[in-house]
């Protein structure tokens, strides 16, 4: 499991084990609709998952089994987490539990949609299992290929841009602690090495990315996944004076000059002065081209909501037409019940009009007079 049942004040996932007496609760959960009851056993809390022992009972059968409870309670949706390292120890000990053995199965990974961070784990182990089976060597893995592969059994494995760049990066570390024997090592951060692995794994320039960002732009919005607070402050000092921002961003507009101090003019040199400050504005002329923002480029965001408000229209002209059709439905279904009510008004009122003239004719006429016959 690797999402909270409750993120950003919305419900993600239902409470589908017990929490225990320890934590308040209870530690028998009955579904009487699917026949199961789930018992808890243990917990045993790490630094940023917890595993828990669950007991499984099938009540018709009676059949128990013990299943692990893998939660990570640190991964933001749509996030990433903390670093590539806490990430493979989370899959080390899942490893070494024999949780994804194929003789134990099958393993079950969730979390809220099913896609982001669940294709990122199912990508990262999948990934490393190739790696193992190549002698630990990425030369033969293609991720690429691996993730498309993928999608054709779950549609839109990892979401975001930051999930598909960790799962790189946890790969290569992962790749490089198979080569020490274990996923379960000490957690480290990224380092240079990783990002030059990084480019050349992804084959991509390494000035530009696809999003139109350098990879320091990219890597400052990534967070916790590219921190380096372990590190000595000594190396820190040292790097930022061999880097500077203008290494890493060459600006495509030169900053804009200060500006000039003007004097005011006096009586002496005032025709200087007006030459001065001609000669001023004609080069802050010359420099108003060059200090032009340029135009925003249109962000994702912003294709985004058109693509949203498009639908919503679309929405609303189909609703729209819907209505108009449920109206005139209704109206010819209500004219078809008029139509048999008038029909047998129609036929009563004849009924009538055909009973009322026999009448008349029956009793109209007045009695008839008998004559008698003559002798």
């Known amino acids: 499991m690797l999402n909270r049942i409750i993120e950003k004040n919305t419900v993600k996932c239902h409470q589908y084990w017990p929490m225990g007496t320890e934590h308040g609760g209870e530690d028998d959960l009955l579904l009487p609709s699917v026949g199961l009851k789930v018992t808890f056993l243990s917990e045993k809390p790490a630094t940023n998952y917890t595993v828990r022992e669950l007991l499984l009972t099938d009540l018709e059968s009676g059949q128990q089994r013990v299943v692990l409870h893998f939660h990570y309670t640190t991964w933001p949706d749509f996030g990433v987490p903390e670093s590539p390292g806490e990430f493979l120890a989370f899959l080390g000990a899942v490893r070494e539990s024999g949780a994804l053995e194929p003789d134990v199965g099958p393993p079950v990974v ?77 957690a480290t951060t990224p380092t240079d090495n990783d990002s030059m692995n990084l480019g050349r794994v992804i084959g991509e320039r390494p000035t530009t990315e696809q999003n139109g960002m350098t990879p320091q732009e990219e890597s400052s919005d990534t967070g916790p996944t590219d921190s380096s607070d372990d590190e000595d402050e000594g190396d820190d ?139």
Request: hydrophobic share 30%; aromatic share 4%; with cysteine.
């Open 110 to 186: 969730h979390c809220s949609a099913g896609i982001g961070r669940s294709g990122t784990f199912c990508l990262v182990d999948s990934c490393l299992v190739l790696i193992a089976a190549n002698g630990c060597s990425m030369d033969d893995v293609n991720v690429q290929e691996v993730l498309l592969e993928m999608r054709k059994f779950r549609m839109g494995l990892i979401q975001t841009p930051d999930q598909l760049r960790f799962s790189y990066l946890a790969i290569i570390q992962g790749a490089k602690r198979l080569k020490e024997g274990s996923l379960l090592l000490q």
């Open 237 to 375: 000092d040292l790097r930022a004076t061999e880097r500077s921002p203008s290494d890493d961003i060459v600006p495509s507009v030169p900053p804009p000059l200060p500006p000039r101090m003007v004097k005011r003019p006096s009586e002496d040199d005032g025709s200087n002065s007006s030459a001065d400050a001609r000669h001023n504005k004609d080069r802050s002329k010359d420099r108003e081209p060059e200090q032009q923002p340029e135009p925003p480029q249109k962000s994702e965001r912003d294709e985004v909501e058109l693509r949203r408000r498009l639908r919503k229209e679309r929405l609303e002209r189909t609703t729209q037409t819907v209505q108009r059709m449920q109206q005139k439905q209704r109206s010819s279904e209500a004219w078809a019940r008029r139509r048999v009510i008038l029909k047998r008004v129609s036929m009563g009122l004849a009924l009538l009009l055909g009973t009322g003239v026999l009448v008349y004719k029956f009793y109209g006429s007045g009695p008839t007079e008998v004559v008698p016959a003559k002798s």
